[in-house]
C-alpha cells in the first residue's frame, strides 16, 4: 500500500513501524533525527550519519535503482520514499508486499507537512514538532535579514554533460528563491538540458555549480570561468526534513562571501 503525502488521515492503521527502510538520503538523515536509528534496517549508498559518517545499516542499492529483492528480503514494516528521487515502477512494485510513504516535497510549508506525517507513523511527533519550530524560527530570522535585497540573478547547475539546470517547480528553486537568488532559468520546468551560450546570454551574476547531484568540485571552475562560477553544496538547497536547519547558517555564510567578493 502507498500512503501519498497529505493523505495520513485517510489511513487508521498508522502507528509506531518498528522496521523503517529509506530511499532517501535527506529522509534518513531526518530517522536519524528522530532517534529512530535502531529501527533503520536498510538506507541507500548515498546516505551518511553526521559527520559524514558511514553507517553501519544494510544498504539497499541507490535512489534510482534499489535492490528490491534486498528490499523484501529485510520485509520491512515501513518504506519512506519521494515522488521525484524515487522511480515510479520501484514504488509500486514495493507496495504490492509493505507499506510506502511517498513524500512530495515543493517548499517549506510541505516539507513541514511530511516532517509531522512522517513523525505520527513512528511515534516520534513531539521531536519532529521541535524540530520544526527550530526551522520555522531559523527560516524566519533569515528572512527578515534579507528581506530587503535585491535577488542576484543566478544559474544553478546540476549536470555536466549534458548541461543541466533546475525549472521553477523543484524544491532547489524554491530554495533558491528563499535564499534571495533568482533562478534564471525558472520559466523552465524540472530539469531543463542547456547549453553555455544560454547562461551566457542570460547573463547571470553567478552560476552556481553544485556537489550533487553530478559532484562540481574546484577543477571545474577554471571551465567555467566566463560565467562567473561558485562551488555551492547541493545538500543546503535540496535535502529537506532536518537537515534544511543547517542551510540557513550556510545561506548566510554563502551571501556574505559573494557580497564581499563583488
Known amino acids: 500500500m502507498i500512503?501519498?503525502?497529505?493523505?495520513?488521515?485517510k489511513h487508521t492503521s498508522t502507528g509506531h513501524y518498528q522496521r523503517i527502510i529509506s530511499l532517501v538520503p535527506s529522509l534518513s538523515w531526518l530517522l536519524f533525527d528522530l532517534n529512530l536509528y535502531d529501527k533503520t534496517i536498510g538506507v541507500t549508498k548515498f546516505c551518511k550519519g553526521p559527520n559524514s559518517q558511514e553507517l553501519s545499516i544494510p544498504k539497499i542499492g541507490g535512489t534510482k535503482n534499489p535492490d528490491l529483492n534486498k528490499i523484501n528480503e529485510l520485509n520491512p514494516d515501513l518504506i519512506l520514499a519521494n515522488k521525484e528521487e524515487n522511480r515510479k515502477e520501484d514504488i509500486e512494485l514495493l507496495a504490492q508486499n509493505h507499506l510506502v510513504y511517498l513524500s512530495e516535497i515543493k517548499d517549506l510549508q510541505s516539507m513541514y507537512e511530511m516532517m509531522e506525517e512522517i513523525g505520527v507513523l513512528t511515534g516520534t511527533v513531539d521531536i519532529s514538532h521541535d524540530f520544526i519550530s527550530r526551522i520555522k524560527l531559523k527560516s524566519t530570522a533569515y528572512s527578515f535579514e534579507h528581506n530587503d535585497e535585491p535577488k542576484k540573478p543566478v544559474t544553478y547547475l546540476i549536470w555536466k554533460?549534458?548541461?543541466?539546470?533546475?525549472?521553477?517547480?523543484?524544491?532547489?528553486?524554491y530554495m533558491l528563491e528563499f535564499a534571495g537568488f533568482r533562478n534564471i532559468f525558472a520559466d523552465n520546468y524540472r530539469y531543463p538540458v542547456i547549453t553555455y551560450d544560454e547562461i551566457r546570454n542570460r547573463n547571470p551574476e553567478f552560476t552556481f555549480l553544485s556537489s550533487e547531484p553530478y559532484p562540481f568540485n574546484r577543477k571545474h571552475l577554471s571551465e567555467f570561468k566566463s560565467i562567473n562560477p561558485v562551488l555551492v553544496d547541493g545538500r543546503m538547497f535540496s535535502w529537506y526534513g532536518t537537515f534544511t536547519l543547517q542551510s540557513f547558517d550556510?545561506?548566510?555564510?554563502?551571501?556574505?562571501?559573494?557580497?564581499s567578493n563583488i
Request: hydrophobic share 35%.
Open 3 to 9: 500512503i501519498h503525502q497529505g493523505n495520513l488521515q
Open 161 to 173: 554533460q549534458p548541461l543541466m539546470t533546475i525549472g521553477h517547480d523543484t524544491f532547489i528553486h
Open 250 to 259: 550556510y545561506l548566510n555564510a554563502l551571501k556574505r562571501n559573494l557580497n
